[in-house]
């Protein structure tokens, strides 16, 4: 069985607030990519994403995106595979938005299930951030992992 998941959070801002928190560099450069974040997510481009506490831009596919409703992005993982994450937005009143992520695509190994582990709890740890950061200002991932 091939690693796959999906993890989910409900953040209470309206929905385009929500999806452009995370197509705006800036914006995601608040609470995520604590290096910073190069390029607005636009389907075809290639934008970069770096973290202090894992230095070194990573180069970050952008594969889909319909406003206010879904971005498919691809990423190099651990081992050299690339993987797809598949983020949706769902307005589930107007001042509250569920946002769902899956990642998928790692070898059925040791090392892949490992790696998806890992990416797992990184984009939990993302909808945490995001979700602190848009109701509250607060910067939840500074000096979290280091």
């Known amino acids: 069985m091939e690693p796959k998941f999906t993890v989910g959070g409900r953040i209470a801002r309206p929905l385009a607030q929500v999806f452009e928190a995370v197509a705006d560099p800036d914006s995601l450069s608040h609470y ?7 390029g607005r997510l636009v389907a075809g481009t290639t934008v970069t994403w770096d973290f202090h506490d894992f230095p070194g831009a990573f180069p970050v596919k952008v594969q889909q995106v ?3 409703e879904r971005i498919v992005l691809q990423w ?32 059925d190994t040791e090392a892949g ?9 990184g984009w939990t740890g993302m909808l945490c951030a995001m979700k602190v950061w848009l109701e509250h200002g607060v910067k939840l991932r500074q000096g979290f992992y280091k």
Request: aromatic share 10%; proline share 4%.
């Open 32 to 38: 995520f990519t604590t290096g910073g974040a190069k």
């Open 113 to 121: 299930l490992k790696a998806s582990y890992g990416n797992c709890e």
């Open 66 to 68: 319909d406003a206010n």
């Open 76 to 107: 190099e993982a651990e081992g050299g595979v690339w993987t797809t994450i598949t983020m949706t937005f769902e307005a589930i009143d107007p001042d509250r938005t569920l946002v769902r992520i899956t990642e998928e695509g790692w070898p």
